[in-house]
Structure formats: structure tokens, C-alpha cells
């Protein structure tokens, strides 16, 4: 998740060096009024950095060679990862008791009276998911459990289930990773597993009477 607060590296340098209109250069600092230690920590280099640099006669550069240079600065300071930078990851599916292998394309979470096991992983976590039909209403119970793969208690997750993008169920895991929803109607469903500074999703969960 970007945080449109925090500024860029070569937005900051613009700044430092005066090359911004004087309104942005007046939203900017306001920004950095409240912006995080790591914003800080980037700005205190910047500055030490162009005392240094207005400190020492060197050639400067041609146009072209300076315009690709900061071209890639910007694109390393848009691409690293600062700690606690929010991630967002896609769990695949690895395992259905029903089909194995998994084949392309597959849809259905259960399809008959019998209960079905997924597992999915990402870099984060690995969820798995067991589903029950019941009867004779023809709705699911879905159970699971989350195995961490990274320091993270596994009481600390939160499950979120959705349907059409609207929230239909809000669980905490307990301090073994364990989560259940009951008496679901068949449908489509997405699922958010949440700790901390990630949070992971599996995008297409079909119950299917």
C-alpha cells in the first residue's frame, strides 16, 4: 500500500534544491511537519548531502547524462522497500483434495456432500481452508487455519471474507491460527488474512452446491 503522504526522493530533492512551483513547495513542507522517521532520515541525508555537494567544484555532467542519472535514482527510491512499508500479496492455490494435480482454470471449492481441503500459499503465510457442506439447507461451513512464514504470532491475524466486495464476515484467528465461518450460501468469495504490515488474499473461493 503506497502512502500518498510520504514523499519522493527526487520530490525532496526538488524541493531542497528550490525548483518547485512555491504553492507545492508550501504543501510540502507542511507535509513533512508530520512525516515519519524514515522520511526524516531521507531528508537529513538530502541535506547533508547538498551542503556537501555545493561544497565541491566538480564537472557538470551533460544534459542528457544528468537526466538519465536522476532518472534512475528515482526509479531505485521508487522500487526499495523501507521498513514497515504496508504489502499487499496474492495467495496461490498448492493443494485440493479433490484434484491432483491442480489444473489451470479450476473453479469449484465443493460440489458435493463431502468436504474439501485447499491450501494456499504465498510469502507471508500459507492458509488452509477446509469446506463442509451442510444439510439440508445446502449452505458451507468454512474452516481454517493460517501457518505463519515470517515473525508473526499467529493469534494476530484477522480474517476478513467477502462476497460481490461487500464484507460478510470478520473473524480473529486464535493462538493456534484457527477460523471458522458458518451457514455461507454458495457463491463467489474472496478472502483477506491480515498481521501487522501485510496482509494476504485469496482472490477466488467458489462454493458451489
Do not use: C
Request: no cysteine; glycine share 4%; hydrophobic share 45%.
Amino acid at each position: 500500500m503506497n502512502d500518498s503522504n510520504i514523499p519522493l526522493f527526487s520530490e525532496l530533492l526538488d524541493w531542497l534544491e528550490g525548483r518547485l512551483p512555491p504553492e507545492q513547495a508550501q504543501a510540502l513542507a507542511a507535509r513533512l511537519q508530520t512525516a515519519g522517521t524514515e522520511t526524516q532520515a531521507d531528508l537529513d541525508w538530502l541535506r547533508l548531502f547538498h551542503q556537501a555537494s555545493q561544497s565541491v567544484q566538480s564537472a557538470v555532467p551533460p544534459p542528457n547524462v544528468r537526466q538519465t542519472l536522476q532518472g534512475r535514482f528515482a526509479a531505485y527510491a521508487e522500487t526499495r522497500q523501507p521498513p514497515g512499508l504496508f504489502q499487499r500479496l496474492v495467495a496461490m492455490l498448492t493443494f485440493d483434495s479433490r484434484v491432483q494435480p491442480v489444473t489451470a482454470g479450476l473453479r469449484s471449492v465443493a460440489d458435493d456432500t463431502e468436504q474439501r481441503q485447499l491450501i494456499y500459499t504465498s510469502e507471508a503465510a500459507e492458509i488452509a481452508i477446509t469446506v463442509q457442506p451442510t444439510l439440508p439447507d445446502k449452505n458451507f461451513t468454512l474452516t481454517g487455519q493460517v501457518f505463519p512464514l515470517r515473525d508473526a504470532p499467529t493469534d494476530a491475524f484477522s480474517i476478513q471474507l467477502l462476497k460481490d466486495a461487500q464484507e460478510v464476515g470478520l473473524v480473529a484467528a486464535d493462538e493456534l491460527g484457527e477460523f471458522a465461518f458458518a451457514n455461507l450460501p454458495a457463491g463467489e468469495y474472496s478472502m483477506v488474512v491480515s498481521a501487522g504490515e501485510y496482509e494476504v488474499v485469496v482472490s477466488s473461493l467458489y462454493l458451489q452446491a
